[in-house]
């Protein structure tokens, strides 16, 4: 097993045991499967931000960034194995889950095509927040409540 795998079955456990996903239906084709891997997408995107960079790829799909490695490894886990390896030093752990705890995958595909969209176009300031707040209202409306509420979050994260 890779040291990326490794890394995200220690990451997984941890999402897990603090409520986060539950991960006996990650691999269900049910909605509560859906639900559960969209939340892990998106922590994985938002979590190289706080230490922990898994080091992998990531496209805007129609909810927010997608990796399809991160689906494959995710598929190809051993959830029962118990030996995990240690997440890194540098992983701010307690500031990520004081972001992500409570929010539901909705604000989660906010903030994480926020982040991707303020990084693509060179965002770093409330300048342009308005803007790109207003594009995701427009090409995500089922998210475009909390679109000004992401973009803010976005810019505290990337900074």
């Known amino acids: 097993m890779t040291l990326r795998k490794d890394l995200l079955r220690s990451f997984v456990y941890l999402l897990k045991r603090n ?11 049910s909605n509560e499967g859906f639900s559960n891997r969209l939340k892990l997408q998106k922590y994985v ?9 898994m080091n992998y790829s990531f496209s805007l ?4 960034p997608y990796s399809p490695e991160l689906a494959k490894d995710y598929y190809s886990l ?6 995990a390896v240690p997440l890194p030093k540098e992983f701010k752990a307690d ?4 972001l992500v705890k409570g929010k539901d995958e909705r ?3 906010a ?14 300031d409330n300048k342009e927040c ?13 998210v475009a409540d909390y679109a000004d509420d992401a973009v803010n979050y976005a810019l505290v994260i990337l900074r």
Request: aromatic fraction near 10%.
């Open 45 to 53: 995107f938002i979590v190289r931000h706080f230490g922990l960079d």
């Open 107 to 109: 604000w989660l595909e």
């Open 19 to 29: 409520g986060l996903i539950q991960t006996e239906s990650l691999r269900e084709d």
């Open 61 to 64: 799909y129609l909810h927010g």
């Open 111 to 124: 903030v994480a095509t926020a982040m991707d969209l303020a990084k693509d176009w060179g965002i770093k």
């Open 95 to 98: 500031e990520f889950l004081s």
């Open 78 to 83: 051993d959830l029962a194995e118990t030996t």
């Open 130 to 142: 308005k803007m790109l707040a207003d594009h995701i209202k427009l090409m995500k409306p089922h």
